[in-house]
Structure formats: structure tokens, C-alpha cells
């Protein structure tokens, strides 16, 4: 069973992702809604996926995303950044971060998820970003 943790300032979204998600067969090991907290619960937690949120209240996405492949690990934890805004709107910092890809909050799904990780998703809702060499 994928094993995630949804870090997001927005605890309607965080219930609403959480109960999708669960339904979906993905376990929710934890929630974060600051980047310290989002540290802390991947050390603790070592989930397989973090869905991290671009606007984390006052404090970037990215900055967190890179503080997460930096200080947990090995291996560095493994970051799909989410975000109501199109992905276009922050393609360049997108591919520029340490994340393995992108998901639209509207169009989040266990089945998104697993394609973002497989680095199979094409489309504008699941998009593997840094994938593994050669891909």
C-alpha cells in the first residue's frame, strides 16, 4: 500500500484529500501544514510520497521541497508538489525543484499519484518532472 503524507495549509483540503485518498487504497500516514512539520513527519514517518503544496501559508513550496530532498534521507524523500494554479504558472520553478512532479489539486488521485511515481503520467493533471535518468 502507498504510504503518503499530505502537507498543506488548508485543513479543509487536507480532510477532503485525506478521505479521497484513503478511499482510493492510499494510506495517509500523516499531515503536515508547515514546512517544520513537514520535516518532522518525514523523519518520523518515512512515507513514500509527500504531496506538498506550492503556497504553503507564508512559507514557498519549493523552499520547503528543497529542505526536504536536503535534510531527510537517504534516500531524499520523494515530493509531488500540488496547487489550485496551473502547472504553467510555475513550470520553470517546477523543473527546477527537486520534485519528481506536479498534480493539480482538482485533480488529485491515488491513480495520479502512482503515475507521477511510475513517471508514466502525461497530461496536464500528473506530470513527472525529474524523473530518472534516460527518461
Known sequence: ?????????????????RGLLEREGVAVVGVASTGAEALRCVEALRPDVALLD?????????????RLHRDTGPPPSRVI????????DYAELIAASPVIGFLSKSA????AIRDVLGSGGDGESATPVNGPPGT
Open 108 to 111: 488529485l488521485s491515488a491513480g
Open 81 to 88: 508538489l500540488i496547487s489550485t494554479h496551473a502547472e504553467q
Open 54 to 66: 506550492i503556497d504553503l501559508g507564508g512559507e514557498s513550496g519549493f523552499e520547503v521541497a528543497t
Open 1 to 17: 500500500m502507498l504510504r503518503c503524507l499530505i502537507i498543506d495549509d488548508s485543513p479543509h483540503f487536507l480532510a477532503a484529500a
